[in-house]
């Protein structure tokens, strides 16, 4: 697959096939990642992966906080949505939310129904793998900025490999249990998790594709001859 396919064919897929991925491959993924570039090589990402019994074991630690903790959880410990979230960001978060419930065919209005499709985040969507981004706290937004390359690189390289992936800030909710299961250093925090696997073409939930602005909408081009 070359990397125009790579780019395009990747989505944030929310259901997977069981199918496990040999531990020498999500290696050479994340290895392969850390050519994304970083302010002064600093690479400040910091990743856990996890699979198998580890997996198990953390969706186990979840699942019976589902009724009574979502959608708080333990509460994030950084902000993910600037509040008040102003134009055009909140109407593009709406939609996106929209088209995911409306390929499951939940209502608005059908909270429970909504609440459990969140839930799934906290099974990886039934991927076989998952991988935490941590930062350093000291470090600041331009290392964030490089752990969204570093996670845009995993993501894209997946696609090399055949796999898909969904990035999941969802965890960061999970944020003192993700420390605790991880046995994260003090130093570092979550900034976010991800779901690796095949994706399930049967589910509803991966029939759709998030929308785009158009390119003049957020770009503008200078000095072009042609
Ligand atoms: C850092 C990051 C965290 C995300 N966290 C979640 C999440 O917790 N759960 C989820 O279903 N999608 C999550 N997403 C996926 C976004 O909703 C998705 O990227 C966006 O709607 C665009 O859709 P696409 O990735 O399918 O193109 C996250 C994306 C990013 C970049």
Not at 55 to 82: H, Q, S, W
Not at 120 to 136: C, D
Not at 201 to 208: E, R
Request: proline letters at 7%; charged letters at 25%.
């Amino acid at each position: 697959m070359d990397v125009l396919e790579a780019v395009s064919s990747r989505y944030s897929c929310r259901a997977f096939l069981p199918t496990p991925i040999p531990e020498k491959v999500v290696r050479e993924i994340v290895e392969r990642a850390a050519r994304a570039p970083s302010a002064g090589n600093m690479q400040p990402w910091r990743v856990y992966a996890i699979a198998g019994k580890r997996v198990d074991e953390l969706r186990a630690l979840l699942v019976p906080r589902m009724t009574t903790e979502l959608p708080k959880g333990e509460g994030t410990d950084y902000t993910i949505y600037p509040e008040p979230l102003t134009e055009p960001y909140r109407s593009r978060r709406f939609m996106v939310g929209e088209l995911l419930y409306q390929s499951i065919k939940v209502s608005r209005e059908d909270k429970s129904s909504r609440y459990r499709q969140y839930a799934r985040n906290y099974q990886f969507f039934g991927a076989p793998v998952a991988l935490f981004f941590a930062r350093e706290k000291a470090h600041g937004p331009a290392q964030w900025a490089d752990i969204g390359g570093y996670l845009q690189t995993v993501a894209v390289l997946a696609r090399g490999y055949g796999f898909h992936t969904c990035p999941q800030q969802a965890w960061v909710s999970f944020h003192r249990t993700v420390r605790e299961f991880l046995n994260l250093p003090d130093r570092l925090m979550v900034y976010s998790g991800m779901a690796l696997g095949y994706e399930d073409t049967a589910a509803p939930i991966n029939s759709w594709r998030a929308p785009r602005e158009s390119l003049d909408a957020f770009a503008s081009f200078q000095g072009f001859d042609s």
